[in-house]
Nanobody, 130 residues
Framework: QVTLVESGGGLVQAGGSLRLSCIAS????????MGWFRQAPGKEREFVAG????????YYADSVKGRFTISRDNARNTVYLQMNNLKPEDTAVYYC???????????????????????WGQGTQVTVSS
């Protein structure tokens, strides 16, 4: 069993920045890709960013490309999401997820698919005011 705990959410004005963290604990040996998704009120959960274990490949949704940066520290079992130039439409609950099987096929397609992930955190609220 793996537990993921997100933190770093909050209220920020448009144009501001936040850094989300997600710490994994439990049976973390063998964790592969990690990713961030978000869900706004009344909308489906959507992909934000994903990263491979070796950090060589990162993939972003078009809506956040150039503003958000995903990174990870394998020694700390932690994945981060640096969010800059935040917009009101970024308001959502942000979730991190982890994958235990190696992604061997099309990484951008696979990491953006919700069903790829084995474990999820409880989420952290990000609210961007205009």
């Amino acid at each position: 069993q793996v537990t993921l705990v997100e933190s770093g959410g909050g209220l920020v004005q448009a144009g501001g920045s936040l850094r989300l963290s997600c710490i994994a604990s439990g049976r973390t040996f063998g964790m592969s890709a990690m990713g961030w998704f978000r869900q706004a009120p009344g909308k489906e959960r959507e992909f934000v960013a994903g990263i491979t274990r070796n950090v060589l490949t990162r993939y972003y949704a078009d809506s956040v490309k150039g503003r958000f940066t995903i990174s990870r520290d394998n020694a700390r079992n932690t994945v981060y999401l640096q969010m800059n130039n935040l917009k009101p439409e970024d308001t959502a609950v942000y979730y991190c997820g982890t994958v235990f099987s190696k992604i061997t096929s099309d990484f951008p397609v696979t990491v953006a698919r919700e069903g790829t992930y084995d474990y999820w955190g409880q989420g952290t609220q990000v609210t961007v005011s205009s």
